[in-house]
């Protein structure tokens, strides 16, 4: 703990404390401003990759409609079983 005075007569205490909160603020922001740079990069990488696989898949039809149809039976059987009132959370 540090203490200022003024000719004497009046003190302000300075804690430690108080300077690891400021340094924690400006790495706080920092970190948050990385992750928003990151994100940005690893949102244009994804964009390109789901490109080249839909271009690389467009010549064999087969492939798709299987994943698709997968989905698709996958989600009515959940809508199903919502509407039966037999949705016990797990899916």
């Known amino acids: 703990m540090k203490t200022s005075t003024s000719e004497g007569k009046h003190g302000i205490q300075w804690i430690t404390q108080n300077q690891l909160d400021d340094l924690n603020l400006a790495l706080l922001s920092q970190t948050h401003e990385q992750i928003q740079i990151k994100t940005v990069s ?15 898949y467009s010549t064999s039809i087969g492939r798709i409609p299987s994943a698709t149809a997968f989905c698709v039976k996958e989600q009515t059987s959940f ?6 009132g ?3 959370g797990n899916g």
């Open 42 to 56: 690893v949102a244009a990488v994804s964009a390109s990759v789901v490109l080249n696989i839909h271009a690389r």
């Open 86 to 88: 037999k949705d016990d």
């Open 79 to 84: 809508q199903l079983k919502r509407k039966l």
